[in-house]
Nanobody, 125 residues
C-alpha cells in the first residue's frame, strides 16, 4: 500500500517560482507514472503535467515552457518546478500516481490511480 505526501505549495507573486514535491512511500508496489493535476476554485480538475516511466513527459498547453516535471525513480518522488507563475495558476494541486501492485501467490498485479490530498498554490498579481 502506498502513501502520497505532497509538499512545496504556498504563495508567490506573478512571475515568481514554486517547486512542488510528491513522495510515494510504502511497499508492495511500483510506480508507472507520476504527475500533477490542479483544481481552481469552482472548476474541474485538470492535468498539469505527468511523467511516464521516469522519462516521457506530458504538459497542458497552459503550462508548457513554464513548468517542468521530473522524477527520482529510486525514491518514488516527483517534482514540479513552476516558473513564471501567473494568477491563473492559482489552484489546489494534487499529486497523481499510477500504481502497479506486485503480484503475489494469490493475486495478479494490477494498476490503479492514487491521489494526494492536495496543496494550495496561490499566485498574486
Amino acid at each position: 500500500q502506498e502513501q502520497l505526501v505532497e509538499s512545496g505549495g504556498g504563495s508567490a507573486q506573478s512571475g515568481g517560482s514554486l517547486r512542488l514535491s510528491c513522495v510515494a512511500s510504502g511497499s508492495g508496489f511500483s510506480v508507472k507514472a507520476m504527475g500533477w493535476y490542479r483544481q481552481p476554485l469552482g472548476k474541474e480538475r485538470e492535468l498539469v503535467a505527468i511523467i511516464h516511466g521516469g522519462s516521457f513527459t506530458e504538459y497542458s498547453e497552459s503550462v508548457k515552457g513554464r513548468f517542468t516535471i521530473s522524477s527520482d525513480n529510486a525514491k518514488n518522488t516527483a517534482y514540479l518546478q513552476m516558473n513564471n507563475l501567473r494568477p491563473e495558476d492559482t489552484a489546489i494541486y494534487f499529486c497523481y500516481v499510477q500504481v502497479r501492485t506486485e503480484a503475489t501467490m494469490t493475486q495478479m498485479s494490477y494498476d490503479y490511480d492514487s491521489w494526494g490530498q492536495g496543496t494550495q498554490v496561490t499566485v498574486s498579481s
